[in-house]
């Protein structure tokens, strides 16, 4: 019975095993490519012959490439930045508050914001994507991080449903406790509810800065052909134009990794704070 | 209350910005009128006040090339001041960029030939109908100025001939005599224990057999759907030719671009079907042995037939919605012209389209833009529509594998044909 049992985890743990490789694969690919010495692409082997790290020294030299705005891998990392920074803190703001309001608040209409936003929200944002773009053409942010973050930020509120589900869970009798001992409504919002609300902080703060490094389509058609405001999407894409396979596929590869980076960052000194928050368990039922 | 406020406000812009539109039309039809003479020139200048805002949308690889030369189009009206943005598009997607929103488009852009219908049907691309400093039709390649044409108008300026695919090979397995015919190529390679790779699983190298076997493919006159003929009689021998080629074990598909130029570099390929963008990739790894010529000919029911490609050029446009049109025409034929194309060829290694600069000795003694000279003479330029490449590309791909379910090949041109003939929605 006992050897039976070992048996059966056995083979689960190669199955997971093998299961955890295939999916890994394609992020080992990925980095072994990226410390390849010869540049572009080639199939033949997974691993490459000769390494080197001299894809990563070259995204950041300053070359022919810079200039020309093949490889402005340095601008474009501090514009994604940038615009990563300001879109977290605005709409991590923006969706605390609506969660706040919706949340603990009880006024007229609430329901019906409720129900009309959570309909908005369905619509894939790529809908909007050429009515966006018209107006920020005639209000001039066109080519310009300001709109960027305006786009990325602007309807964050929309995405309250998770943040609001999590406050929802928070005791009313907390906030009851507040009021009596005269706390004013921006105190129970700082002083009570934020505090008991770290985990949901960390996990919108992490997915509202993830969204720019990933975004494509609203960063290709809002910051066009001026290669110095671009963000690493659009950059590293403009590597693999066919043309440019040969020379660049390796730093493409290497620049992909170094995108990880800020985000895994974040993450550790987030996740801190993301145990902590779940295991503090500050309600007293 | 706040929403119908937002409401208004957005209405507003809306309207705002169709105005915006609609005012900067009016403009760009007076500036466009301007004669073809040499006074036309003197007459710009005149009529100009102020600074001449351009913007000029040029490959990532062409910036400090076509700033050089830009500076030198200023150096040529000193009494005019200019204000010329360089920006960075690459050819094959300008199309894209530029339908995006024509109106805030550079004045004066880059892009390949193949986008042409689809940038003329937008209305993007001001018809080239006089010109300042050179005829454009005639001072260029006769396939190129076919290439910038639709429907009998003149629409672009030629500025490269240089995209389409040839044969590259290596001259230690193959002599110059091999490369006539891919028959003689395979025995050769054989006998070196190599391969000769091609991606015959990509609509665009296919066409190279069908074209050469006389089978015709091209636009319809609605601009975007496709007319084919590769399932009419004979059409089957083609498929069976490409079939024997592939099952031979020398001649051999590639796929994609990667996998010609992994076998290159692993030294599996001896000859490679590719162009100009993996010219230096190539020489690089066939070191002296390097050597390039037209495509060879391959055997149908028997006989020797030539084959065909697409060519492909770059051209330069003037963006119809151009409120500095007669400033932006000319800065299009400085970039084009005679000078220009020296300069691009000696800088970046770019096969000129001007026919004087074509024939020059340095340009002839480059081997991939003499291969792609030698196959100009077997090429048609891509004038197809968007549902040609994925049904194309699966016959390909059944055609490459030898059939391996055995299905009709009259069956598989049928539906081929059928999918690439398909109605445009």
């Known amino acids: ?285 | 209350m706040a929403k119908k406020f937002v409401a208004v406000i957005l209405s507003a812009m809306m309207v705002m910005s169709c105005i915006a539109a609609c005012s900067s039309d009016d403009k760009d039809s007076d500036s466009g009128d301007s004669a073809g003479s040499g006074d036309a020139i003197q007459d710009l200048i005149d009529s100009t006040d102020g600074t001449v805002k351009l913007t000029v949308w040029a490959s990532e690889e062409d910036q400090e090339l076509t700033k050089t030369l830009i500076d030198g189009f200023k150096a040529e009206y000193p009494d005019v001041s200019f204000d010329i943005t360089v920006e960075a598009c690459s050819e094959s997607t300008a199309k894209d960029t530029v339908l995006t929103d024509i109106s805030a488009a550079a004045d004066v852009f880059a892009f390949a030939d193949d986008q042409i219908n689809e940038l003329v049907r937008a209305g993007a691309l001001l018809e080239v109908t006089d010109s300042y400093t050179f005829n454009v039709s005639e001072e260029n390649l006769a396939g190129s100025v076919e290439a910038a044409t639709v429907d009998g108008k003149l629409y672009a300026y030629p500025m490269t001939a240089d995209n389409g695919y040839f044969l590259y090979y290596d001259s230690n397995v193959y002599s110059e005599s091999d490369v006539e015919s891919l028959d003689a190529m395979m025995a050769a390679a054989a006998a070196d224990g190599s391969k000769i790779g091609m991606c015959v699983s990509d609509a665009w190298y296919l066409y190279s057999f069908f074209k050469g076997a006389g089978f015709d493919l091209g636009l319809a006159d609605d601009g975007v759907t496709n007319t084919c003929n590769w399932n009419e009689e004979g059409g089957t021998d083609v498929a069976q030719a490409i079939i024997d080629l592939c099952t031979s074990g020398t001649f051999v598909n590639a796929g994609d671009d990667a996998g010609i130029m992994t076998g290159v570099n692993d030294g599996v390929y001896s000859a490679v079907v590719s162009g100009m963008w993996n010219a230096q990739a190539i020489e690089a790894a066939y070191g002296d042995g390097y050597a390039a010529t037209k495509l060879p000919t391959f055997t149908l029911n028997g006989e020797q037939v030539q084959m065909s490609s697409f060519s492909g050029y770059k051209l330069i446009g003037v963006n119809a919605m151009s409120a500095q049109a007669g400033w932006a025409t000319l800065l299009a034929e400085y970039l084009t012209n005679e000078q220009s194309q020296v300069t691009r060829f000696e800088t970046r290694g770019l096969g000129p389209s001007n026919i004087n600069a074509s024939a020059s000795d340095a340009v002839q003694s480059n081997p991939a833009i003499a291969a792609l000279a030698a196959q100009a003479a077997y090429a048609t330029p891509q004038r197809v529509g968007g549902n040609y490449w994925a049904p194309a590309a699966s016959l390909g791909s059944i055609l490459a594998a030898g059939n391996p379910d055995n299905t009709a090949l009259q069956t598989l041109l049928d539906e081929c044909v059928a999918g690439i003939e398909a109605a445009v929605i």
Not at chain 1, 166 to 188: F, H, L, P, Q, V
Not at chain 1, 250 to 255: K, L
Request: with cysteine; proline share 2%; net charge positive.
């Open chain 1, 1 to 285: 019975m006992e050897k039976r049992r070992h048996i059966s985890v056995v083979i689960k743990h190669i199955l997971l095993a093998v299961l955890a490789l295939i999916w890994l694969i394609p992020i080992i690919w990925l980095i072994v490519t990226s410390f390849k010495l010869d540049t572009g692409i080639s199939v033949s082997k997974f691993f490459p012959e000769k390494w080197s790290a001299h894809n990563f020294v070259d995204l950041f030299k300053d070359t022919k490439y810079t200039t020309d705005g093949i490889m402005k891998y340095k601008i474009w990392f501090k514009n994604t930045f940038i615009i990563a920074v300001f879109t977290c803190l605005i709409s991590t703001t923006f969706v605390l508050m609506v969660s706040y309001a919706l949340s603990f608040c009880r006024f007229k209409g609430r329901r019906f914001i409720m129900n009309i936003s959570m309909i908005l929200n369905m619509f894939p944002g790529v809908l909007s994507m050429v009515v966006i773009y018209f107006l920020m053409k005639a209000l001039d942010l066109t080519q310009s991080h300001i709109g960027m973050i305006i786009v990325y930020s602007a309807g964050s509120g929309l995405g309250y449903l998770i943040v609001k589900g999590y406050m929802d869970t928070i005791s009313t009798s907390i906030r009851e406790a507040a009021i009596i001992d005269g706390c004013s409504e921006a105190g129970i919002f700082f002083r009570v509810v934020l505090p008991l609300c770290k985990p949901i902080i960390v996990y919108q703060v992490i997915s509202s800065f993830l969204m720019p490094w990933g975004d494509f389509v609203f960063a290709k058609l809002i910051l066009g052909t001026n290669s110095s405001k671009w963000t690493l999407a659009i950059g590293l894409y403009n590597m693999l134009d066919k043309s440019r396979l040969n020379a660049h596929f390796t730093h493409f590869c290497a620049g992909g990794l170094l995108v990880s980076i800020p985000i895994s960052i974040l993450f550790l000194i987030m996740q801190k704070y993301y145990v902590e928050g779940i295991t503090s368990g500050s309600s007293k039922e």
